[in-house]
């Protein structure tokens, strides 16, 4: 059985636990958080062997196989070389750092220590983003011309303080537009040749919205877009020469829609296995199973490629407010 142990005890390390618990694989150990509430309510609801207030008391547990990073985003370097030194198994939230620089740092880290390492990009696991992957190959739809996400989500409740409005780590590209830029490069099995990019900065200096066009080699274009100023319908179109896909709810998918030129069209359906993140704790359990370094489905390389093109997006960006 692997132990884990999480830190940062937000509302998405609470998903996390409850995706763990459909698990006959893995189990929560303990969990680290810095403040007693959260400390307090999430053991109510999950409980656990060991209930951390420092983060280095629950790396240097013995005991413990996995680490969860579930902090603010300019927080996950940091702790994933931590963890990493204390050759804990790593899954760190996404983005996996503020940059690609950052995530260099871990690689060389994960290296060094022998120890495995991924990002928790759940699209990635989905069963049915590998369906996807293999319409693509088929040329089912012909050769791919374009394809265009969002995660568009116009949030109103930001606390005063939060990481979302930090002008270090906060904003629609790092919080969700890694999710649009990790879909389009998944699909897309080429470099990325030219970024060209816009963004909306809000009153706090952080980006409310961007777009970015992406030109691979191989003559696609990507179009991604992002917000936290915004509501838009969350789906992913990828266009070819002999049809189209529409992916609703993309980043987590359980139906594809295929439109053929010829008039024919069909909906594939695959259900989430137990819900959005159990696919990539599994994922984490079959590599330290394999004695694996990183996966197959999220390399570390790849982890860099996407953060390198996240870079390119703010440095080219035209920014208006």
């Known amino acids: 059985m692997i132990k884990w142990?999480?830190?940062g005890l937000g509302n998405i390390a609470m998903r996390f636990a409850k995706s763990l618990s459909y698990s006959k694989e893995g189990e929560l150990?303990?969990?680290?958080?810095?403040?007693?509430?959260?400390?307090d309510a999430f053991y109510e609801q999950y409980k656990c062997e060991k209930v951390y207030e420092d983060y280095n008391d629950l790396l240097n547990d013995e005991e413990i196989d996995a680490v969860y990073i579930a902090l603010p985003h300019g927080?996950?370097?940091?702790?994933?070389?931590e963890a990493l030194r204390h050759k804990k198994a790593v899954l760190c939230e996404k983005p996996v750092g503020l940059n690609s620089e950052e995530m260099k740092e871990i690689k060389d880290e994960a290296l060094v220590n022998n120890t495995f390492?991924?990002?928790a990009m759940k699209t990635r696991f989905?069963?049915?983003?590998h369906t996807i992957k293999e319409i693509i190959k088929n040329k089912d739809i012909g050769e791919i011309i374009s394809i265009e996400s969002n995660f568009c989500n116009h949030v109103t409740d930001i606390k005063k303080g939060s990481y979302l409005l930090d002008?270090?780590?906060?904003?629609?590209?790092?919080d969700v537009g890694v999710y649009p830029l990790s879909f389009v490069?998944?699909?897309?099995?080429?470099?990325?040749?030219h970024v060209e990019s816009n963004m909306k900065i809000n009153e706090a200096g952080v980006d409310s919205h961007f777009k970015a066009i992406l030109t691979f080699e191989n003559g696609v274009i990507g179009t991604i877009e992002g917000a936290i100023d915004r509501n838009k319908e969350r789906t992913a179109i990828i266009k070819g020469t002999k049809g189209s896909m529409e992916i609703p709810i993309y980043n987590r998918p359980n139906k594809v829609k295929v439109n053929l030129i010829n008039g024919k069209?069909?909906?594939?359906e695959r259900e989430l296995e137990f819900d959005d993140m159990y696919s990539e704790i599994n994922e984490v359990h079959n590599c330290l199973k394999g004695f694996k370094l990183e996966s197959e489905y999220l390399s570390l390389d790849e982890s860099i490629r996407v953060m390198d093109v996240l870079d390119k997006i703010r440095s080219k960006a035209h920014s208006k407010k």
């Not at 680290?32 to 509430?37: G, I, Y």
């Not at 989905?126 to 983003?129: A, G, N, S």
């Not at 069209?265 to 594939?268: D, T, V």
């Open 185 to 193: 490069m998944d699909m897309i099995d080429s470099p990325v040749e």
């Open 5 to 7: 142990g999480i830190i």
């Open 75 to 81: 927080f996950h370097k940091y702790w994933s070389i």
């Open 117 to 119: 390492f991924m990002e």
């Open 265 to 268: 069209s069909y909906e594939i």
């Open 167 to 174: 002008k270090r780590q906060g904003g629609a590209l790092l």
């Open 126 to 129: 989905i069963p049915l983003i």
């Open 29 to 39: 150990y303990a969990i680290a958080s810095k403040t007693k509430e959260k400390r």
